[in-house]
């Protein structure tokens, strides 16, 4: 399969405990989005990287957020000292490098924290 | 200021019957993109459409058209003769030059297709 992969599928974690988030993009895509979507609502933007650069982050909702993408391949997205209102589901996009293709978006990262 | 709006939360209709649903966007950028997205029950965001703000030629795709108008800042999606696999929650999205790449969801139109 050649979709984006997102990993785990659901995460329940404690506050205040820190959690990591995997995203695998499409292969020949070197364009990477980090989108949050809670219940009721459109995904939000957070942060993109086009290979391993990380063009746009001032959208990462507290600096308890960070997203890498070290190697231009896969990206994660850690949440430092988790909060209730964390809970949401995490997507991953990606897409060419033309800023207007579609993006492909992942099945997603749920987050449950108690 | 929400940069798209979808009025519409939740609608329901009964098979084989038309269904529109209504997009209206914001922007002062005059190079944009817009875009849907369905996503079942299961989740994944799956790509409709893409159009260009130069580009306002509506689009037919099977039983999916798109209706295009910058007059109005409108971008409608109507589904032709509905079927039960369509239900899912529906999302108009919006992409600016000036802004890059970031994409501007709506908060989504629930449609469910009832059998």
């Known amino acids: 399969d050649t979709g984006v992969s997102q990993d785990p599928r659901h995460k329940i974690t404690k506050r205040g405990q820190n959690v990591t988030f995997r995203c695998d993009p499409i292969?020949?895509?070197?364009?990477l989005y980090w989108y949050r979507q809670t219940l009721g609502q459109g995904p939000e933007f957070l942060t993109y990287f086009q290979n391993e650069a990380q063009l746009e982050k001032s959208r990462l909702l507290s600096d308890r957020f960070s997203a890498e993408r070290p190697k231009g391949s896969f990206s994660t997205l850690e949440i430092q000292r988790t909060e209730q209102g964390d809970s949401a589901m995490y997507l991953c996009?990606?897409?060419?490098?033309?800023?207007?293709?579609?993006?492909?978006f992942g099945p997603g990262t749920r987050l449950t924290v108690l | 200021a929400q940069k798209v709006t979808q009025a519409q939360t939740e609608i329901s209709v009964v098979e084989k019957e038309d269904v529109t649903l209504d997009c209206v966007y914001e922007t002062r950028d005059t190079t944009y993109y817009l875009f849907w997205y369905k996503q079942p029950p299961s989740g994944e965001l799956v790509f409709l459409i893409r159009r260009n703000s130069f580009d306002e030629q509506n689009e037919i795709s099977g039983r999916y058209s798109w209706n295009f108008q910058k007059s109005t800042s409108s971008f409608n999606f109507t589904i032709t003769a509905s079927q039960v696999v369509d239900s899912a929650v529906y999302f108009c999205a919006l992409s600016e030059a000036e802004t890059g790449n970031q994409f501007y969801f709506g908060t989504g139109t629930s449609l469910t297709v009832i059998p």
């Open positions: 996009a990606s897409s060419l490098v033309d800023s207007y293709n579609e993006q492909f």
């Open positions: 292969s020949e895509h070197n364009r």
